[in-house]
């Protein structure tokens, strides 16, 4: 037996007697079920993402329901969940299957990377998964077994790392048995080959790794080359009434928190009073100022000068133009909300 055959059949093996097989997503196993717990999997444990994959299904259980949904639906389902464009592809992309593929979802590689938010590794889970198809996978777990397996120095991110990468996936992703290999060599990743705490005497190629030969098991993969984030700074205004109902905004499609809902925004506190006036929000007002917040993206420091606003409610003919809510914490309406948004109004 060659060293490639062995290497997948070892793995293939391992996961008949150790492997997850009743993670949600791998009961009644669909192309859709896959691609959305695919796209819930990236940049989220699977732990974390369980309960929402639950909900998503009991609300959203086919590509056509979610395609008829609105935006606010599916983005109230992924709050919390962080990294929101995943929950705005998904919508836009089962509005265009149903559009222009009858609601299914194509099975092949160059068809389905035509889709928004639909990679390389999303794309050959769907295909091996929910149809045994030969495609390899490369998620982070993948990568991680590979880059240790074979001493790959670097951060995997890296391009020429990557192509290095998906060279070793292909070679290794048996031709039968793709859909088990897939999911063995995720699980692998996930409950094995862990991140910093690698539990090598359980690994079925524990005597073809090298990283366990050298002893150097953590220090692959590299991490990320840091920079410096810079920083930017933005005031929240939250408006707030005696009913305890909050004035917020919908933001843009494109851009930071697109199509969830959050306070009305403006650059200096100096800028309230004029802010108020150009929209006609008037009456008596009581202002706090609340303790600062700051929020990490993957790109800056988002620094948060929260003002609170007691208020009496006002409404003004540019409520809706400007995509204004009163939002009603005692009976919320069904709309998403960015994580910060949901702890400032936990907290007031
Ligand atoms: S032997 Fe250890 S480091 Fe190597 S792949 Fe297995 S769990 Fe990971």
């Known amino acids: ?119 390389r590794s999303t794309a050959g889970a769907i295909i091996s998964i929910a149809c045994g198809g030969h495609e390899p996978i490369l998620d982070g777990n993948v990568k991680r077994v590979l880059m240790r397996a074979h001493a790959i120095r670097g951060w995997p991110g890296e391009r020429s790392i990557e192509a290095k990468l998906w060279k070793l996936a292909e070679k290794y992703t048996p031709t039968k048995r793709a859909d088990l290999y897939t999911q063995a060599i995720m699980d692998l990743g996930a409950t094995v080959c862990t991140r910093s705490k690698p539990r090598c005497n359980f690994c079925p190629i524990e005597d073809q790794c090298i990283a366990k030969h050298q002893k150097s098991q953590t220090a692959y993969p590299e991490k990320k080359p840091r920079k410096t984030l810079p920083r930017k700074e933005t005031v929240f205004i939250i408006m707030q009434t005696k009913k305890n109902e909050i004035l917020l905004q919908k933001r843009p499609q494109n851009g930071i928190w697109g199509g969830l809902w959050c306070f009305p925004e403006i650059s200096s506190l100096d800028l309230i009073e004029a802010w108020r006036k150009e929209l006609g929000f008037d009456g008596e007002i009581k202002i706090k100022k609340l303790p600062e917040l700051i929020h990490t993206f993957s790109h800056y420091k988002l620094s948060i000068e929260p003002v609170l606003i007691s208020c009496i409610k006002t409404t003004t003919p540019d409520m809706g133009k400007n995509n204004y809510i009163w939002y009603d914490k005692q009976n919320p309406t069904k709309i998403g909300l960015p994580a910060p948004i949901v702890k400032l109004i936990e907290s007031i």
């Open 1 to 119: 037996m060659n060293i490639i055959d062995d290497f997948s059949k070892k793995l293939l093996f391992w996961f008949e007697t150790n492997g997850r097989k009743d993670l949600p997503w791998q009961r009644k196993i669909t192309p859709y079920r896959v691609w959305v717990s695919e796209i819930m999997l990236q940049q989220t444990q699977v732990a974390t993402a369980i309960p929402y994959f639950n909900r998503f299904m009991s609300r959203f259980p086919s590509l056509d329901s979610l395609a008829a949904a609105s935006i606010d639906e599916v983005l109230e389902l992924w709050t919390g969940l962080g990294y929101y464009a995943r929950g705005r592809n998904l919508h836009r992309t089962a509005k265009i299957v149903t559009s222009e593929y009858s609601g299914i979802l194509p099975l092949n590689l160059e068809g389905l990377l035509e889709l928004p938010g639909i990679g």
